[in-house]
């Protein structure tokens, strides 16, 4: 399995920018996503395919990355994007990161 | 509009076989797949299997052997099936579309595995 590593939280301040990271075990080529999953909500996806923004989201979030690096970058951070983020990869079946944790000061 | 819902039982005794239900509406079974995707408490998202829109199916290796994921086109509905349900099994249970990504998700089913 592709396992994806993340940094389990950040906090930043409004306004600041603030970029997750995730690392994968081995290449997915560019076939990572991010999610953005606010408590007792299903996930919401954000970016498809390492830098593509989906349908209605705030152009503040863009993505990064590809073969086993990426990135997700917050700029503004505002107050309404308290939640947790995770990475997914389909280049090698589907799976996901633990998740980092957004809090803001 | 795209929606997605879950069904099924909130409780599931050890050993049993847990069946789910996700009814789509807004779109077709036979032009987008369908993944069920699990998670646990506090933890990290897990794909569980997807009903591709040509009808064939694909499995989370870890789960195959308990794992078994059907469609109905004329009701709009996928079915999950799983065997040999065990306490670590306990989660949200979710069914989510698929174009490019999991683009649209289901509120999710609680399913808690306790005698």
């Known amino acids: 399995d592709t396992v994806l590593t993340q940094s389990p939280a950040l906090a930043v301040s409004p306004g600041e920018r603030v970029s997750i990271s995730c690392r994968a075990s081995?290449?997915?080529?560019?076939?990572m996503h991010w999610y953005q999953q606010k408590p007792g909500q299903q996930p919401k996806l954000l970016i498809y395919?390492?830098?593509n923004l989906a349908s209605g989201v705030p152009a503040r979030f863009s993505g990064s990355g590809s073969g086993t690096d990426f990135t997700l970058t917050i700029d503004p951070v505002e107050a309404d994007d308290t939640a947790t983020y995770f990475c997914q990869q389909s280049w090698n079946d589907d799976t996901f990161g633990a998740g980092t944790k957004l809090e803001l000061k | 509009q795209v929606q997605l819902k879950e069904s099924g039982p909130g409780l599931v005794q050890p050993s049993e076989t847990l069946s789910l239900t996700c009814t789509v509406s807004g779109f077709s079974l036979t032009s987008y797949s369908v993944s069920w995707v699990r998670q646990p408490s506090g933890k990290g998202p897990e794909w569980m299997g997807r009903?591709?829109?040509?009808?064939?199916?694909a499995y989370n290796s870890a789960l195959k052997s308990r794992l078994s994921i059907s469609r109905d086109t004329s009701k709009n509905q996928v079915f999950l099936k799983m065997n040999s349900l065990q306490t670590d099994d306990t989660g949200t249970y979710y069914c989510?579309?698929?174009?490019?990504?999991?683009?649209?998700w289901g509120q999710g089913v609680m399913v808690t595995v306790s005698s």
């Open positions: 081995e290449g997915v080529n560019s076939y």
């Open positions: 395919k390492a830098s």
């Open positions: 009903m591709w829109y040509d009808g064939d199916t």
């Open positions: 989510t579309r698929e174009l490019r990504a999991f683009d649209y």
